[in-house]
C-alpha cells in the first residue's frame, strides 16, 4: 500500500529500521507520535504532542491519532490469537 501512495524503497527501508530521516518533518513527527503511543496505552509526553500539532492541524492530529489505534488494536489481536504474519 506504501508503495502504491509513492513511498521510495529508501523510504521503506528506512521505517523499516524505525529511522526517518527520509521523510519531511511532518512526517517524522507522526513516527515519533507512533513509536510514542504504541509501547503504552496512549502516553504521549507533551512534547511529542506539541511536536506533532505544530505541523498538523488538530483534524489531522485525530485522523493520525486514530490510524495509529486502529493499526495498535489489530496488532495486539492479531499477537493473542498468535495470527502469523502475512507479506
Known amino acids: 500500500m506504501a508503495r ?3 513511498a521510495t524503497e529508501t523510504q521503506l527501508s528506512a521505517v523499516a529500521d524505525a529511522r526517518y530521516e527520509p521523510f519531511e518533518e511532518p512526517w517524522r513527527a507522526a513516527f515519533r507520535y507512533a513509536d510514542a503511543m504504541t509501547p503504552t496505552p496512549g502516553i504521549v509526553s507533551e512534547t511529542v504532542f506539541a511536536e506533532l500539532a505544530s505541523h498538523w ?19 495486539r489481536f492479531a499477537h493473542a490469537l498468535d495470527v502469523p504474519i502475512t507479506k
Open 4 to 6: 502504491r501512495q509513492g
Open 57 to 75: 492541524t488538530p483534524r489531522q492530529v485525530v485522523e493520525i491519532t486514530a490510524v495509529i489505534c486502529m493499526y495498535n488494536f489489530f496488532n
